[in-house]
């Protein structure tokens, strides 16, 4: 026998009544009185004798599911885990869609089901997308619902080995809950009882999230909490390369990165994208330098590109596209109070080649010189790369993992690293010039 109590609390501050009130008593915002009801059970709760277990007995079926593409497996940190769930978010026409209909039209070791589940696509719409990318697996199955009851209720009948898109979950409704499909809590409530079922029958599912026009997967950032991986599929539609980002991972390293081109015959992996996004890149110019770059545990090469022009305007602009425009000003700032260059009528803008976002500080030594460059209107140095952060008084600091920076450099043809005095010596063992700044005040003459 259990005792059932109720209470009415404020979703905006938290205070409780007894009994159900249009506004708030305590913060005066109304209709925000949601009924929570309680089960108090009047017996005490039963634990089976194996309730706890050992590290290594909970982890024996620690296997990783490999997926064809490597990028993907990188980016996931091997592979995909069984009753794994990951949510994918990413703008509209991105390639979410296409994405993940590739990685179950391709083999995943150690699957035999492959299920993808539509709500915004019928099953010809996808056929006709597979059909497409060009790629035959028997063993996939199409599905077009948006009932999240019909959907667990075919989740029950799967067994372990199973993959499972949902495509997507602001699409997805439960008839239990009153409000609308893509409401916050129709998302949560579906979100966490596919997760149940993924725990339950070790099953993995990979989940399509909108996102919001701040970039942010929709619905409560709860929802991001809940999955066990986290992904961003990013990229400009103007260009045909995406990244693939790990922002959450439960079961390997975050902030791995994958490339893909998106084709017409779906998406390629990019095996060298340092050269991908320096095809274009021209030394004879001035305002533009090269970074080294780490993403995850690999360098990525990258053109910055810089313009300094003259202005009337009593505010010159700072305006950056790939990198944060607040760094971008304090960088400016910097410049104009240690190497005495005058900004005060000069706007500066800024663009990372390619569409490429950049968040690493490290790129700071490679946005000052392609800004000195410009300002001086004299190109760079031939063969030059350039990674370091920069702190307010000027001085050049130590960016982690140089040894790999300055080997992908080699690999693409550079000839020197211009990096922090403090960089470790590599002792001969890469065949590269290095020049080590101190303070950008050096560096500014020498230019
Ligand atoms: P889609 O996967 O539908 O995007 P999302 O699910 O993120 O909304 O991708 C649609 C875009 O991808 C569309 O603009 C067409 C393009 N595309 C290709 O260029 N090649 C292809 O083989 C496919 C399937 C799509
Ligand atoms: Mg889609």
């Not at 290594?56 to 490597?70: G, I, L, M, P, Q």
């Not at 305002?287 to 009593?314: D, H, W």
Request: proline share 3%.
């Amino acid at each position: 026998m259990s005792k059932v109590t109720s209470k009415f609390v404020c979703q905006s501050c938290g205070a409780i009544s007894a009994k159900w009130i249009g506004q708030c008593e305590v913060c005066k915002s109304w209709n925000t009185m949601i009924e929570e009801v309680h089960d108090t059970p009047r017996h005490k709760t039963q634990v089976p004798s194996d309730f706890f277990k050992t590290v290594s007995n909970s982890c024996d079926d620690y296997v990783r599911n490999t997926t064809v593409f490597e990028e993907l497996n990188r980016a996931l940190g091997g592979g995909f885990v069984s009753g794994e769930v990951v949510l994918i978010g990413g703008s509209p026409g991105i390639g979410k869609s296409t994405l993940l209909l590739q990685i179950l039209l391709n083999k995943i070791s150690c699957i035999d089901t492959y299920l993808y589940i539509s709500a915004e696509e019928s099953v010809t719409q996808v056929s006709m997308r597979a059909k497409r990318i060009g790629v035959d697996n028997q063993q996939l199955l199409i599905a077009a619902t948006s009932s999240l009851e019909q959907i667990c209720a075919a989740l029950e009948k799967s067994c372990e080995h199973s993959i499972v898109v949902i495509d997507s979950i602001q699409t997805i409704f439960s008839s239990l809950i009153q409000s609308p499909p893509g409401s916050i809590s129709q998302v949560r409530y579906c979100t966490q009882e596919l997760i149940n079922i993924a725990k339950k029958k070790g099953i993995i599912i990979l989940i399509v999230g909108h996102i919001t026009k701040d970039g942010e997967i929709s619905g409560p950032k709860t929802l991001e909490h809940m999955v066990d991986c986290v992904l961003y599929f990013e990229g400009e539609k103007a260009y045909d390369y995406r990244v693939l980002r790990c922002v959450k991972n439960r079961f390997g390293p975050t902030d791995e990165i994958g490339v893909f081109s998106m084709e017409s015959d779906g998406l390629h992996e990019v095996q060298n994208p340092s050269a991908f996004f320096l095809s274009e890149h021209n030394e004879n110019v001035s305002g533009v330098s090269v970074f080294a770059g780490i993403e995850g545990t690999r360098p990525i090469l990258s053109e910055i590109q810089a313009l300094v022009s003259y202005t009337n305007v009593a505010i010159p602009k700072r305006s950056s596209i790939g990198f944060d425009s607040n760094r971008l000003a304090m960088l400016v700032a910097v410049l104009s109070s240690r190497c005495r260059l005058s900004f005060a009528n000069r706007d500066v803008y800024l663009n990372v080649a390619g569409g490429l976002r950049i968040v690493e500080p490290a790129i700071d030594l490679a946005v000052i010189a392609a800004i000195i460059s410009a300002y001086k209107q004299k190109p760079l140095s031939a063969g030059s790369v350039f990674f370091g952060e920069i702190s307010l008084s000027g001085e050049v600091r130590q960016s982690h993992c140089a040894y790999i920076r300055a080997k992908e450099a080699k690999k693409l043809g550079f000839s020197e690293i211009y990096c922090s005095y403090k960089t470790e010596d590599f002792d001969n063992q890469i065949d590269i010039g290095i020049t080590k700044i101190k303070n950008i005040i050096d560096f500014n003459k020498n230019i």
